[in-house]
């Protein structure tokens, strides 16, 4: 079973660069989250998706853009990369629309910026 | 807004202590409150959840009590192991919402 899964798993960018980070579920979820996570300060979420061809602003999403074309894909980019964009990045899916849903996490991805 | 408080690590017990980590949270109306551990180089998952007062979730001898009177949740397990060496993070889910709001995480190191 894939579950959640995050590529790449690491990259080193140049500021000012750009890049995408590709998440992938086969778990047929409607919902989709992009957080980051910094020392100090727990996950924060960046955007989030109800269902295909949704996207909302979570909690940092300044400096990132996402696009849900196909369900089963959440795509976050970043069009001009910042050393505070430094971070480790994690995908998340959940079956459920509200109420006591269970979030389904990916690897992560490493992301630095020089 | 709805938040949530977790003490700050790291904790550092011998194998077979107990264990508490401390959770509280603000929120309106009735969240659901969860704890979730990451493993070294892994994501998070799911460790327990409670969606309602006096509930008690448990799972692999981590236990934690909804205390609406206190709003807390606090992680307990009563003999812990080198392999629960972790970090813990206490979350919650608003009534009618979306998004899950985590606190800050707390590391926890066993040692043998």
């Known amino acids: 079973n894939a579950g959640v899964t995050q590529t790449p798993k690491f990259r080193v960018l140049k500021t000012g660069q750009s890049m995408t980070l590709l998440c992938a579920q086969d778990m047929n979820h409607e919902y989709m989250y992009w957080y980051r996570q910094d020392p100090g300060m727990g996950l924060r979420l960046i955007h989030y998706?109800?269902?295909?061809?949704?996207?909302a602003k979570g909690e940092v999403p300044d400096g990132y853009n996402v696009s849900r074309l196909k369900k089963q894909n959440f795509l976050l980019g970043l069009e001009s990369a910042a050393p505070s964009q430094t971070s480790v990045y994690f995908c998340a899916s959940s079956p459920t629309q509200t109420g006591p849903g269970e979030l389904f996490f990916g690897e992560g991805s490493r992301l630095t910026v020089l | 807004g709805n938040s949530v408080t977790q003490m700050e690590g790291p904790v550092t017990l011998s194998e077979e202590a107990f264990l508490t980590i401390n959770c509280t949270y603000t929120a309106t109306g009735y969240p659901s409150l969860f704890w979730y551990v990451q493993y070294p180089g892994e994501g998070l998952q799911l460790l327990l959840k409670?969606?309602?007062?006096?509930d008690k979730g448990s799972n692999k001898g981590f236990e934690a009590t909804y205390r609406k009177e206190t709003t807390s949740f606090h992680l307990e397990k009563g003999s812990v192991q080198v392999s629960d060496s972790a970090v813990y993070f206490c979350a919650l889910r608003g009534w009618g919402t979306d998004k899950l709001i985590f606190g800050t995480g707390t590391r926890l190191q066993v040692f043998p």
């Open positions: 998706s109800v269902g295909e061809g949704t996207t």
């Open positions: 409670a969606t309602k007062a006096d």
